[in-house]
């Protein structure tokens, strides 16, 4: 095993439902280290730029509105495993099928609406975490 970065995004439902303290403290209990979080409010550009994998798919103007439609918390997390790990925490997408005790199935609204964006790999994760934050702006280990 080995330590793994991932980006989570608190999606802009959970800013709205004031879930955030709720979700972080829930990301820490699982063992998860903070190396760098912000709130912001993505443009619609911004949102289409970060999601640009999905676009062309049918879901791509919903998402990107979506989360461009209110402010959102981006943040690195870092712990062994990290990308799984944080997947399991969360859930599956659609929060019907999100299992008992995750993120997701005890937050989330719908598919479209779903509380958290977890990157899929780590490749993904140290791409998507580039995207709201550089290398500077993550605190190490023991600072």
Do not use: W
């Amino acid at each position: 095993m080995h330590m793994e970065r991932t980006l989570a995004i608190l999606k802009p439902d959970c800013v709205r439902k004031g879930l955030v303290g709720e979700v972080i403290r829930r990301i820490q209990e699982a063992g998860f280290v903070l190396r760098a979080l912000r709130m912001q409010q993505l443009t619609r550009e911004e949102a289409e730029g970060f999601y640009a994998v999905h676009k062309g798919r049918p879901f791509f103007d919903e998402l990107t509105k979506f989360m461009s439609s209110g402010p959102c918390v981006p943040m690195v997390l870092e712990k062994e495993n990290a990308v799984e790990d944080f997947r399991a925490l969360i859930g599956a997408t659609d929060p019907a099928e999100a299992a008992e005790g995750t993120i997701r199935h005890a937050f989330a609204d719908n598919k479209g609406q779903n509380i958290v964006h977890g990157s899929d790999s780590v490749a993904n994760g140290t791409i998507e975490a580039g995207y709201f934050f550089c290398e500077r702006e993550l605190v190490a280990n023991g600072a």
